[in-house]
Nanobody, 124 residues
Framework: QVQLVESGGGLVQAGGSLRLSCAAS????????VGWFRQAPGKEREVVTT????????YYADSVKGRFTISRDNGKNTVYLQMNSLKPEDTAVYYC?????????????????WGQGTQVTVSS
């Protein structure tokens, strides 16, 4: 079992930055693939970015490429999402998710463990 807790959300103006953290406890987190997803009101949950357990491979949705960066510190059992040049359309609840496996996974149904989410609001 893995428990995930997100933090770092908040209100920011367009063009600003936020860094989200996903702290994990439980099993050996370093062997888990991790993804960040987001869900805006009335929309389906969508992938933002994912990272393999070895941190050697990442995936980014086209909408965030060049603006968001995922990283992980396995020693701290934490995955980060650095979000720069934020836009109002980035407004959503952001969730981190984890699953065992050596690849990266972009479908939310592929993940077994989820955090409670953190709200990100970008004002224009």
């Amino acid at each position: 079992q893995v428990q995930l807790v997100e933090s770092g959300g908040g209100l920011v103006q367009a063009g600003g930055s936020l860094r989200l953290s996903c702290a994990a406890s439980g099993r050996t987190f370093s062997r888990y693939a991790v993804g960040w997803f987001r869900q805006a009101p009335g929309k389906e949950r969508e992938v933002v970015t994912t990272i393999r357990w070895s941190a050697g491979s990442t995936y980014y949705a086209d909408s965030v490429k060049g603006r968001f960066t995922i990283s992980r510190d396995n020693g701290k059992n934490t995955v980060y999402l650095q979000m720069n040049s934020l836009k109002p359309e980035d407004t959503a609840v952001y969730y981190c998710a984890a699953r065992s496996g050596s690849s990266w996974y972009s479908n939310p149904f592929q993940y077994d463990y989820w955090g409670q989410g953190t709200q990100v609001t970008v004002s224009s």
